[in-house]
């Protein structure tokens, strides 16, 4: 699911693929909305508002889970690669991305600023 996961990331208009150490990411205007850090456990990272996050974990348990700690408290949530089919993953994915994008505008895309002293690189209807 792995490569499926990818390819629909990169799918969405502007999405491209990053790495932070060592794992893959994707980015929309330089921002991540989902990640593969997690794949080695069988998951993939979504960027949700918390309300989503319990939302998509109300709907299907079996398939979102919250994570715990800092990582989850900014929105990180696990999508269990194994159970989840392509319509839910492709959905959720892009509802990743639209937050992000509608994120994006409101902040004028701008990025933190230990991120940018950093040195990094700018990278170029949700349904279930």
């Known amino acids: 699911m792995q490569p499926i996961f990818a390819g629909f990331a990169l799918s969405l208009e ?3 693929e990053g790495s932070h150490m060592g794992a893959p990411n994707f980015r929309v205007g330089g921002r991540i909305f989902a990640t593969l850090a997690s794949q080695k456990q069988g998951y993939g990272n979504l960027m949700l508002p918390l309300e989503q996050e319990a939302e998509f974990a109300q709907e299907l348990p ?5 994570i715990a700690g800092g990582w989850g408290r900014m929105g990180m949530t696990h999508i269990r690669l194994a159970v989840t089919n392509e319509d ?4 959720a994915l892009r509802a990743a991305w639209k937050l992000r994008i509608e994120k994006n505008a409101r902040t004028g895309g701008k990025k933190r600023a230990s991120a940018v002293r950093g040195g990094a690189a700018k990278i170029s209807g ?3």
Not at 88 to 91: I, K, R
């Open 88 to 91: 839910v993953l492709a959905g």
């Open 14 to 16: 502007g999405a491209e």
């Open 126 to 128: 949700a349904k279930r």
């Open 62 to 66: 079996e398939v979102f889970v919250p």
